[in-house]
Structure formats: C-alpha cells, structure tokens
C-alpha cells in the first residue's frame, strides 16, 4: 500500500475529491490518499509541499507558481478549475466603507504573505489604478480570523472566494462591496518534484481517477443538493456557482503560464519570468 498525502481548501471545489476517496477509488489501486484540509489556503499549502508535509496539492495559480520561482521544489502536472476563481471583495458589514473605491490607502486582512489573498489584493489595485506600493496588510491566517480582524477594525477589507463567504454576507458578518475574478484558471495540481520522480504511477493513477469524477460531475444526481448540504451554502447559490464553474483534465497551456507570470511580475511579486518547463511536469 502506497501513502499519498493530499491537501487543498475546504471548499466546494474539492468535493471530487472526497467522492472519490469516499468511495475507495484509490484503495482499489493501493493507493492510501489521505486528504488535509487548509482553511490558511495556497500560502499553508505551498509551506506543507516544502515541508514534506503534503505530496499533492490543489492550489491557487498564481500563488503555486510565484513559490515555484522562488524555489518550492514542486511542479503544476495540470489545471483542475478551468474557470476563474470568483474573489468577493469584502468589509465588516457595520463598515464606513461603501464601496471599492472607498478601500483605496487602506490595510487588506490576508491569509499569509504569498497567499491568494494576498497576490490577489495586488491584482484588484492594479485594476482599480491604486499605487501597489501603498498596500497595507494584516496576516489573518484564515476565514475565522478574518471575521474577527474586520468585525473589530484590525484590517478594511478582505479578499475571499464569493461563494464560500456567501453565509457570511447573508448573516451580515460582512458585506460584499465588489467580485475581482483571477485572469486565468484558478487551481492547478501541484506535486512535490520528489514524488513525481520516486511514485509517478500512483500519480498518474490519481490523476486518472479525479480526471475521470471531473469530468462527469456535474452530471451526478443531486450533486447540488450534495453540495448545498455538505458545504452549508443555499442551493440557489451552489447551481449559479455550478453554471460558473468548469473543471480540467489537460495541463495549464504555456500562454496561461506566461500571463500568469507577465502579471506577477509587472506587480513585482515575481523577479523573473522562468520557462514553462521550469513550472510544470506533465506525466
């Protein structure tokens, strides 16, 4: 029997996974795929892969290929959300603040430095015409801790996917002042470069049996009901999230990789811009 340790968000996006593990897909295969959640996002991910900690990880694009570049031994073997992630842009809901433009010169709640949270909040200034370098931050670690820095002023906004903070804006925990989707596919899988070497075909095996559920998925009887229940949100809320979204089965096209890094590097998050090849392993 073969170990492999998998970690993503605990979101909506990942429910193939659970199906499949669930259902004993890879034990069939002699593959023990033991899943983590990570409500700290790609900046806790991209530290487990370094670590050791995690083999697999479903992760945000930007942030997986900026930790790439800076030496996260690790590689994209392809796209698993074809689609844009949808990143709501959010205050306390008893806020000053009544819109984007009201944000600008003031502290953005991120999960972690190199998180999507936080490569994403140079995005939106960059979209809004802001001065990049007069972004402030304060490191929140995760959604909880976002409740608590906006509800208590420690930070003015924060950036969060639209759907999973969508019980929030209901409650009026936050408000939701405006939606910045990515530029690209949102999540890629990534593996540690020490896997794709020693355990390939197990890889390969994963990636057959997910690429398989992925592609099916949204035909699978009341997997709406599925998701509404499973994940806490209305199901008017999981059918728009499901029209919007798209899974992939291919790896991340070289023109995508090169956007991706034209982008991170005109904000200065990257210092180079590295061959495809350097970022991806394609099995």
Known sequence: MSTVKIGGVPEHFNLPWHLTIEEESYLKHGIDLNWIDFPGGTGAMCEALRNSEIDIAIILTEGIVKDIIAGNPSKIVQTYIQSPLIWGIHVGYKS?????????????AISRYGSGSHLMSYVNAQNQGWETSNLKFEVIKNLDGAIEALTNEKADYFMWEHFTTKPLVDNNTFRRVGDCPTPWPCFV???????????ANDIQVILDIINTTTAD???????????????????????????????????????TLTKVQEQLFELKIIDKIVPSEGLCYTI
Do not use: H
């Open 96 to 108: 000053k603040f009544q819109s984007i433009d009201d944000l600008i010169n003031t502290k953005a």
């Open 189 to 199: 899988i990534a593996v540690r470069e020490e896997m794709l070497t020693e355990k």
């Open 217 to 255: 998925f949204k035909n699978i009887p009341s997997i709406d009901r599925t998701l509404s229940y499973r994940y806490d949100q209305q199901l008017e809320d999981i059918q728009k999230w499901l029209q919007l979204t798209e899974w992939s089965q291919s790896q991340i096209q070289t023109k």
